[in-house]
Nanobody, 117 residues
Framework: QVQLVESGGGLVQAGGSLRLSCAAS????????MGWYRQAPGKQRELVAT?????????NYVDSVKGRFTISRDIAKNTVALQKNSQKPEDTAVYYC?????????WGQGTQVTVSS
């Protein structure tokens, strides 16, 4: 069972930056894919960004955050971060960390991000 704990959420003005962090209870190099999802009020949870394990790391972003958000990992600290720049009010949501293994996936409890206009 992988436990994920998010941190770094909060209130920020439009155009500002936040850095979210996800701490995993197990070595992230053993996890196939780690990612960030978000869920805005009244909307379905959506993928924001993912990063794969292994030497050749691949990243993937939803179109709406490309060029503004960056996902990264720190294997030594077992953390995955999401740097959010040039934020917009539509980025307001609860952000969830996700870990996928071959047979199952795990979720963090979420961290609220509110972007004011």
């Amino acid at each position: 069972q992988v436990q994920l704990v998010e941190s770094g959420g909060g209130l920020v003005q439009a155009g500002g930056s936040l850095r979210l962090s996800c701490a995993a209870s197990e070595a992230i190099y053993s996890i196939n894919v780690m990612g960030w999802y978000r869920q805005a009020p009244g909307k379905q949870r959506e993928l924001v960004a993912t990063i794969t394990s292994g030497c050749n790391t691949n990243t993937n972003y939803v179109d709406s955050v490309k060029g503004r958000f960056t996902i990264s990992r720190d294997i030594a600290k077992n953390t995955v971060a999401l740097q959010k720049n040039s934020q917009k009010p539509e980025d307001t949501a609860v952000y969830y960390c996700n870990a996928k293994r071959t047979d199952r996936e795990y979720w963090g409890q979420g961290t609220q991000v509110t972007v004011s206009s």
